[in-house]
């Protein structure tokens, strides 16, 4: 059978096995001479080699599919003509050299910093002659240089090697054959890049599983982890920009004036005898347009809107960005995603934050969603900034019946979220959970029944009345419906399991589904931040009455308004407050988002909203209780001016804190 294998294609497998071991070579010369994992449980070591050899298989495929390509193309051409030898040769050559260079700066990066290799390496080239004196004083620089020349050499013999072993193909095949030859290389060489039988391709935040950072940084492969984290290499803080703006945001959060510090220490007199349970449960492209209770026409949220009566409601919250990742990051990190690339969820720069969620002592601290936490890098969000967080995701749950793309539905996430919820409350331990749902996002996958919930019927509502309250299709009501459902089901269990009296429940929506333009809102909808307007309510008869806060709420106040409603001692060192505090009276809403295609940032206090472009400086002030759309900058200078300033410094202190904020 392998003799009947082409040449050219044994020719690719022998130079990317060759490639593969040379890479897994610098794996276990860094696992004896930098890794330090003496002292770590022998089950995490070989999940990290595993996980390890699977980064550095992708990387060979990578660095061997250019001229992969080639011989696919070429077939037996490619083992018969000088040129290609030529070219194959002084490939293999350069790349194994290249190879060579990254992993021996990704050393010596390791033995200064103890991180790997990554984009912001780079800010050492801004000054490359004091750089380079250090390169030479610490390392044998000049011996190194012979062994790359060295090693340079070796690769193109054993290069022209190997060319020469197959060279002597004797058999022909026919066009067909050759054919499914080609296809079947590139599937195979493109899964080796995919690197996954999930939903979801190998990323670089599946390296960080471990509580343990060594671990991490070991699975880590740094040529890959390199380009991962180049996307944000200008992704910095403009030092000069927050220094001029730091005395504003030192006196909107009241921080020290003399010293750059956002340190917040909060202690309380009296804590509760018993520690309250924290759930936090992110509804899935919830917004306050679709919902009954703020006036949608529809009955679209029966439950939701009998909970907010009975909860503390905050109907001027605004999420930072529209999208899912962006509301995860922030609601976890305490800092809005400011990224203009992608998310901040995707940004390997921006990992293990000083954060709130990481400071419930004694508390079992749990993850649920209904698919994978590689899902835009969720999984290290949470890994790396949360110290014994353990992950519910596909494969963590005893019933699993994949809906769609993302995962298990609501009910069963919600279901198998109470089994977990419950065994802790038995055993008196205290946890705090953040639950994710997703079946309100299309596709909209609604079961056809499930218990007393039942999808309305194209012909219950009519055009008119859809096209009123803004929804675009009734797929998209009945989901909706279905989480509301879904949301007084949990509780239901909650009760009979015994936990729901003491835990506190906060309910948010990540932002606004998409709707089409309607009286409702619609301010809102002409500036673009109908998507940024969600419900935000605490839900805990034990600990709070009912009421209305009608002050600006932000994202970032969630995690600040929640340890304190518990009386957890705990340091501030985001931007978020506590909302729930009468004494906090400087409240806004901070977005990003984009308008004509820029990125731009706006501030809404009270009723007036501002916003700027971060590029062409495009500015604006409307009044959101005023129905017409009247830019009000000119008329209202000094505002315009107060504004500009507090939404200057909440950008760059925002810049500031994602590279100042990590843990000691």
């Known amino acids: 059978m392998f003799k009947r294998i082409p040449n050219y294609i044994k020719y690719i497998f022998t130079h990317l096995s060759f490639l593969f071991l040379f890479i897994f070579l610098f794996r276990i010369l860094f696992y004896f001479l930098f890794s330090e994992l003496d002292n770590i449980s022998t089950n995490e070591v070989k999940i990290g080699f595993s996980l390890g050899a699977r980064f550095d298989l992708k990387l060979a495929v990578i660095t061997i599919f250019p ?10 051409k490619f083992l018969s003509k000088k040129n290609y030898k030529i070219i194959a040769n002084i490939y293999f050559t350069i790349a194994y050299v290249i190879l060579t260079l990254f992993f021996l700066f990704d050393f010596g990066y390791y033995d200064y910093l103890n991180i790997r290799l990554d984009a912001s390496s780079l800010r050492f080239l801004s000054n490359l002659k004091i750089s380079g004196q250090v390169l030479v004083e610490s390392y044998p620089i000049y011996k190194g240089l012979i062994g790359l020349l060295l090693l340079g050499i070796a690769v193109f013999g054993l290069s022209k090697f190997i060319y020469k072993s197959f060279t002597n193909q004797k058999t022909l095949i ?38 343990n950072n060594a671990v991490n940084q070991f699975t880590l492969n740094p040529v890959l ?17 927050f220094n001029k703006y730091y005395p504003l945001i030192s006196n909107h959060l009241k921080l020290p004036k003399d010293s750059i510090s956002f340190s917040r220490k909060v202690n309380f007199e009296t804590t509760f005898k018993e520690k309250p349970n924290v759930i936090i449960v992110m509804l899935e492209s919830v917004g306050v347009k679709p919902m009954s209770y703020y006036g949608n026409p529809i009955n679209s949220t029966p439950v939701l809107d009998s909970l907010l009566q009975k909860s503390i409601s905050f109907p001027n919250f605004y999420v930072h960005k529209s999208g899912t990742a962006a509301s995860v990051f922030a609601s976890v990190t305490g800092l809005p995603d400011v990224e203009n690339v992608r998310t901040a969820s995707r940004n390997p720069l921006l990992q293990d934050q000083r954060i709130l969620f990481d400071q419930f002592t004694g508390y079992e601290k749990l993850y649920f969603l209904g698919g994978s936490a590689n899902w835009a890098n969720i999984r290290s969000i949470f890994q790396s900034n949360i110290k014994g967080l353990k992950i519910f995701e596909e494969g963590s749950y005893v019933t699993e019946n994949r809906a769609d793309v993302w995962g298990i539905d609501d009910y069963e996430l919600f279901k198998e979220s109470n089994k977990e919820l419950e065994k802790l409350s038995k055993k008196g331990k205290p946890f705090i959970a953040y639950i994710q749902t997703a079946t309100n996002h299309m596709p909209f996958t609604v079961p056809n029944e499930k218990e007393n919930y039942k999808p309305l019927k194209e012909n219950a509502i009519t055009k008119e009345q859809l096209e009123k309250s803004g929804f675009k299709s009734m797929a998209q009501l009945n989901a909706l419906r279905y989480l509301d459902f879904n949301v007084g089901k949990f509780l239901e269990r909650a009760k009979k399991s015994g936990y729901y009296d003491n835990t506190i429940f906060a309910f948010f929506g990540d932002h606004n589904t998409a709707m089409t333009r309607t009286e409702l809102f619609s301010k809102e909808y002409d500036l673009n931040i109908q998507s940024q307007h969600v419900p935000f309510l605490i839900h805990a008869p034990k600990y709070v009455k009912p009421r209305v806060i009608k002050k600006n709420g932000k994202l970032i106040d969630l995690f600040p308004t929640l340890i304190s409603l518990a009386k957890i001692d705990h340091t501030n060192y985001t931007l978020g407050n506590n909302l729930i505090d009468s004494t906090y009276t400087n ?41 017409s759309l009247n830019d009000l900058k000119e008329d209202l200078p000094v505002k315009t001016k107060e504004l500009d300033s507090l939404l200057n410094a909440y950008y760059h202190s925002t810049k500031y804190l994602y590279f100042n904020n990590k843990k000691d």
Do not use: C
Not at 67 to 76: H, K
């Open 174 to 211: 026919t066009t067909k054959v050759k054919s499914l030859y080609f296809i079947g290389t590139f599937l195979i060489l493109s899964f080796g890049i995919y690197n996954s039988f999930t939903h979801y391709p190998l990323r670089w935040s599946q390296a960080f599983f471990s509580k």
């Open 587 to 627: 409240s806004n809403s901070f977005i990003y988002l984009g308008i004509k295609g820029e990125p731009a940032v706006g501030i809404i206090k009270d009723s007036l909203y501002y916003y700027k472009t971060t590029v062409s400086n495009t500015n604006g002030l409307y009044n959101l209780k005023e129905k």
């Open 67 to 76: 001229i992969a390509i080639l011989v696919l193309i070429t077939n037996y």
């Open 225 to 241: 982890y390199f380009f991962d984290s180049f996307a944000y290499r200008s992704e910095g803080v403009n030092m000069k920009e």
